[in-house]
């Protein structure tokens, strides 16, 4: 046994990366949740790949991803004006010998419909990213694989 | 393209503040779900202020923010005995020039009856908070504005 | 009133524990999430308890562990296949004197079914584990008692 204080030097990476991975998650959902299409696609490289559910095509690069996005608040939300929340917790940080950072977590949308306090939940979804650590130092997901757990 | 160890320097501040405010709100539900009014008002700054809901006054220091919490025991639980649970989550920090920090996140109340396994969902939240650093290096909350989903 | 930076040095146990605790707990669900009895009951201590249900008996060592998860696949779960996942969230953690860390966290399973994108929750649960610190550096979770909201 070692004292917790003895062991804090084996993880510096983790100490400094996994909160900022949380914050950076927590600002991607806020685009994403708000239906800034161009913003939400800008957190992602330039040829980001989103994989987004299985037996459709992944979206490739800041484009397509952000079509996608624009796309969905043009149909679905346009006939169904729901406040959704993306919910992420239970997350991995795995660093990379490239510099890369892997992550795995557990994902859940939350639906809030006007006057209806109670919200509609799901999917329940694990979703594996890689992120890229930029010159600024800032992140970016370079790719992501959404795992809908209905459709597995 | 930079390591990540090489990047690590330049967070300092959300390395340390975000799991401590993580930590600081787990203990500020913990009161408030546990109905310990004067413990949850403690949190705040003594002139806190609690815009809780779209409608109602704010509540201005620590004492109508104890009264509130006594209030909703005495009333809306003791009519309808719930375990409450507020979940946060997507938390983002951000450091302010004149040392207090503002953070925003998703908040989650879930409702479990005796009994009953599954626990009632809702509202979901959208919170801002502005967190004072104390001389002793708790955080109290100065500020907090909720705004309710289906409210919006 | 001083500034996030002249506090950073009070609190570094925390800064350190709190994302390792992060991730020891989504592995450690990740195993048992996926069945993986052995590999969830290696998180533990060798001796570890898991105080699972009150008015069961706690879960005494590895093996009891392991065993509760694997029938526990071969009962329930053979008989209705659902996807559970765990969910922890509002994390406190306590370093004590001894070395060993406590922590408290609310807990909540998610339960999708094939085809139904809503997945049932509950139960919604308050957690208190003791974890030690191996001399690797690693985590095991020494005691766990879990308590379900509906059931108190």
Redesign the interface.
Known sequence: ?????E??A???????????I??F???Q??HLDAFRAEEFAATFTEDGVFDHRPGADPLLGRQAIAAAVSGYQRTKHAADPV?R?????????F?QDD?T?RT???A?V?H?????????????CFVTDVL????D?GLLTKFRRVR???L?
């Open positions: 046994m070692t004292s917790p204080a062991v804090s084996a993880t510096p990476l983790l100490t400094e990366l996994y909160p900022r949380q914050q998650y927590a600002g959902v806020r406040q929340r993306h919910w992420f917790n239970m997350l991995q940080v660093p510099g950072v795995e977590y557990y859940l939350l809030t419909r006007p006057g209806t306090p109670e919200p509609q939940t799901g999917p329940s890229e650590v930029g010159e130092g809908q757990d209905h597995v």
